[in-house]
């Protein structure tokens, strides 16, 4: 199994500061880079990863793509 580092929830703000270490499926790391590698050339896309709602359990990641560009807000 593989792990990915991702940023933790936002609501505690003990870890707020930490990257968890997350185990999951190696096709997930698959789906992750790809998702990454089409928002690096696009510079109002960014892509965060946090851990999601279960903490501690297996594939237990979100992924958010978020437009940045602030000339469209």
Do not use: C, K
Not at 40 to 59: C, K
Request: proline content about 7%; charged content about 25%; glycine content about 6%.
């Amino acid at each position: 199994m593989a792990t990915m580092n991702v940023q933790p929830r936002p609501t505690p703000a003990e870890r707020a500061g930490e990257t968890i270490e997350v185990h999951v499926d190696e096709a997930l790391t698959v789906f992750a880079a790809t998702m990454e590698d089409w928002a690096a050339p696009r510079p109002e896309w960014e892509l965060e990863l946090r851990e999601g709602h279960e903490s501690g359990r297996g594939n237990n990641v979100e992924a958010e793509l978020l437009y940045t560009s602030g000339e469209q807000t």
